[in-house]
């Protein structure tokens, strides 16, 4: 659970942590590591009831994204999980707080909060250039001394847990359904990840031929699909042209293989010449393309013995991911691949994140599919893709930091 070995062996001797159970329901892997020390548990306890629990001049709502936003920029995949979850789990009304913890500046929050959070990153990576200016133009936008007071401190303190955090190796607590049903809360989704591309006895295919939505989509290939039905074969090919690079990059995500992609290639279009007959347009004709290719790329690591597995038996921290370069970055994964010149650099480094966290960013940042088809393509919900987005998209960017990240922020 972490680097060090704890004291916990009954709950019971440490009076704070039962009291965060009964708040919150579970305790945080965050507390746990530190029960060598039970006075310093206290005391952070007592820090953070009284920074962002209780009222002040920010809201919640408020304190909370600051505290997204630095560990996002700090890397922290503990603090940005356990927030996005809590965000969730208060009911906090706004936009999905992956999204906010990615790049605030695209989402709907009002104009003021977004230069809230602008001197929040700010002050998070790149404190020495902070200046007077800086608070005035907070104060334009209606801010009091109170509120910029408490702001800074936020900063601070998400600095603080973040850091604490990646000493001690803190791994990620909890998926979401399971720690809103323990606070009574309704979870954001009912459904389960489903088991999918198992790489060995329990392995289940998705059905190519089956039939996932039964809303109709406005579908660019639908032309070519009809015509592909009714026999024209250069219809067929037309779609082959379209999509065989799309299918070569689904097929190289999953087996990391150049041969392995070529020799699927010829598999994936084969299967839907074949099950053509069976698409009935309830979802566009390259999502149902791209999940033929998902279903061939597993098949193929199934043959293989360096398993790299899209497999969900578990959770998703089972293999938890630990940053060790914290240099801010800026950017997200789609804008820089449509940049040209570092295109390989990303692709380069995309594959060598775990399969399932590779094939969610590839097709959601690089491919283009939104987030409702990247999740049908997977068969997961969208609760749960996000989270792979998340965890994937950090691994991604502490990888590029290097070459592209700016300086180290002072601490």
Not at 12 to 41: C, H, M, S, V, Y
Not at 200 to 219: C, Q, W, Y
Not at 377 to 399: C, D, N, T, W, Y
Request: proline residues 5%; contains cysteine; hydrophobic residues 40%.
């Amino acid at each position: 659970m972490a680097y060090l070995s704890g004291a916990l062996e009954d709950e019971r001797d440490f009076p704070t942590l039962l009291d965060i159970k009964a708040a919150f329901g579970f305790i945080p892997n965050f507390f746990r590591a530190q029960t060598l020390r039970p006075d310093l548990i206290d005391a952070e306890v007592g820090l953070i009831g009284t920074i962002l629990l209780k009222e002040g001049a920010l809201t919640r709502r408020q304190k909370e994204y600051i505290f997204l936003v630095c560990s996002a920029d700090n890397l922290s995949t503990y603090c940005v999980t356990a927030h996005c979850e809590i965000v969730r789990m208060l009911g906090i009304e706004g936009p999905e707080p992956e999204q906010v913890a990615l790049d605030h500046t695209v989402t709907n929050i009002p104009t003021a909060e977004k230069a809230l959070l602008d001197f929040a990153v700010k002050l998070n990576n790149r404190p020495r250039e902070v200046s007077r200016l800086d608070i005035d133009a907070l104060r334009e936008y209606g801010f009091g001394d109170e509120h910029i007071l408490e702001a800074v401190i936020m900063v601070g303190l998400a600095k603080f847990a973040n850091f604490v955090s990646f000493g001690l190796g803190t791994v990620p607590d909890f998926d979401s359904s399971r720690v809103a049903r323990q606070l009574g809360l309704e979870p954001v989704s009912d459904q389960p990840e489903k088991e999918m591309n198992l790489p060995f006895g329990n392995f289940t295919l998705i059905d190519e031929g089956r039939v996932v939505s039964p809303v109709s989509v406005i579908d660019d290939d639908a032309d070519l699909v009809e015509r592909t039905r009714a026999g024209e074969l250069d219809a067929f090919d037309e779609l082959v042209r379209r999509h065989q690079q799309r299918i070569y990059r689904t097929l190289m995500a999953i087996t990391r293989n150049p041969d392995d992609a070529e020799d699927g290639i010829q598999n994936v279009f084969l299967k839907a010449f074949q099950h053509i007959g069976g698409f009935q347009g309830a979802s566009k004709f390259v999502t149902w393309l791209t999940r033929i290719a998902i279903n061939e790329g597993v098949e193929r690591l199934r043959t293989r013995k360096d398993v790299d597995s899209l497999d969900e038996q578990g959770s998703e921290n089972d293999a938890p991911f630990r940053p060790r370069d914290i240099s801010a970055w800026g950017g997200n994964p789609e804008e820089m691949y449509s940049q040209t010149e570092l295109r390989h650099k990303v692709e380069q480094e995309l594959l060598k994140l775990p399969a399932k966290y590779r094939v969610a960013v590839m097709l959601r940042d690089l491919e283009q599919f939104t987030t409702e088809e990247t999740a049908e393509v997977l068969k997961i919900g969208v609760p749960a893709l996000k989270s792979r987005l998340l965890r994937g998209r950090l691994m991604l960017r502490e990888a590029l930091a290097p070459s592209l990240g700016r300086r180290v922020a002072n601490v």
